[in-house]
């Protein structure tokens, strides 16, 4: 079968991965939901024409976004996902023995039912005790939370429904429900493709957050595969790698080093953040 | 104009640059070869049907097939390029003051004269009086050449004219081709799309140099856009960022701290290689 998903990744670049069956193909409140089995990257998640999340490399994303800032706090207890349905960063959280309590909130429900069908790898700590599952916008409920550890932004593309968790005024709430020692990180797109986005999510971090920094990991089937993280922080960030319980954690690409040197940008990335 | 080049980068997996207007095309002794320009990444040249190098990234595969073992010999004076037409590897040696000679031994003119031609920005360094210009093939050349500091294989894709490129009896007469200190390096493709390649390269290496490391840097035109670089040494490894002249080499995705982390591998590319 000669059949390809193409997503447009920029108006100028394309990724094609070839297709071996298409398994699922919904239109939610929110956006347009479709699963398909790729021959290269194995069973992939598309939203509104973007890729998501594939078996093949979920991995590198989900450890990065949860691992890097809890490694940064003395003692994560309580940590929320915004958005994230496919609870692949719920996953990794739960790797993490001092955590207690690690919330999910999640717009759409029926990306969180389409992750439990189809993705059941990536799915599966939404099922632990210590997971709490909320139905609802990220806006909303940031306002009421308190005495988080530390918050992650894993969101769409900033057009549609994720275009408010790219506000300033998102990340001003963020601090609020965050305790002493708060981290919360962002995912913020390609330094090849977006810097723009980059500077824009950086600079709103700052508005809050007195301290900021940026990381980078290496995602294939995100735009230029290259991809950046914004993390801001209440006060000095702890140094990571040393917690002992960290150091044989289950994981295919976090690694003590990488915890390090995913802070190590090049130049022209560097620039684009001075 | 709604004109797209496509290049399969594997069976399954297919890139997209949107063209503004072909430059030009033709058949070579060894190749099909064009010359495009790209939205996203300005002008591209294409190898049979294979990226080889844009604009808007090469910097990024140039400065670290280069620097990397440059930085790790102690005093690097005599250094080659196998393959590397561009001539973009040789634009980044001549950074390095203590090189006397930067040879470039290419099979492909026509690969030079596109360059020269197309990538003024590239080539230049091609014409400095510290550059030579070798028209042959790169395997019968290394049989002759001695006392070299370093040897880079900038390689086109292991099929085709590159073949003989990724053979353990290369690496053996690259062996007797360098010094005492000498360090080679090859680019060993993706590590998330080609891992097997990678294999091969490490274990062929390993045949002749008892030091051998992988690193690996984000080039996004490039298959997964990570690509990995593989080193062999003859004796102990020079540490890099602490010679002075290097300190503020003018580059735009090298740093000394990158000359460092790019040797901390995801855990999955650790495994590749144990």
Known sequence: MNIWFTEDQT??????LKVESVLWKETTAYQELVVANTDAYGRLL???????????????????????????????????????????????????PSVEEAHLIEIDEKVVEASRRFFPEISAGLDDERAFLHYTDGIQWVREAKDFDVIIVDSTDPVGPA?????????????????????MVAQSESPFL????????????????????????????????????SLGA????????LRPELRDMPTRYWTPQIQRSCFDLPKFVQELVR
Chains 1, 2 share one sequence.
């Open 11 to 16: 108006d100028t670049v394309r990724l094609g």
């Open 46 to 96: 598309v939203l509104d024409g973007a890729v998501q999340t594939t078996i093949g490399d979920e991995f590198v994303y989900h450890e990065m976004i949860t691992h890097v800032p809890l490694a940064l706090h003395p003692h994560p207890r309580k940590v929320a996902v915004i958005g994230g349905g496919d609870g692949g960063a719920i996953r990794e959280i739960l790797k993490h």
């Open 163 to 183: 275009e408010g968790l790219f506000a300033p005024e998102f990340y001003a709430s963020i601090k609020e429900a965050l305790g002493d020692h708060g981290i």
């Open 194 to 229: 977006q810097p723009h986005l980059i500077q824009r999510v950086m600079t709103g971090i700052a508005q809050s957050f007195p301290v900021t920094r940026l990381y980078l990991a290496a995602v294939p089937t995100y735009p230029s595969g290259l991809w950046s993280f």
């Open 234 to 241: 209440n006060g000095d960030l702890q140094d990571a790698a």
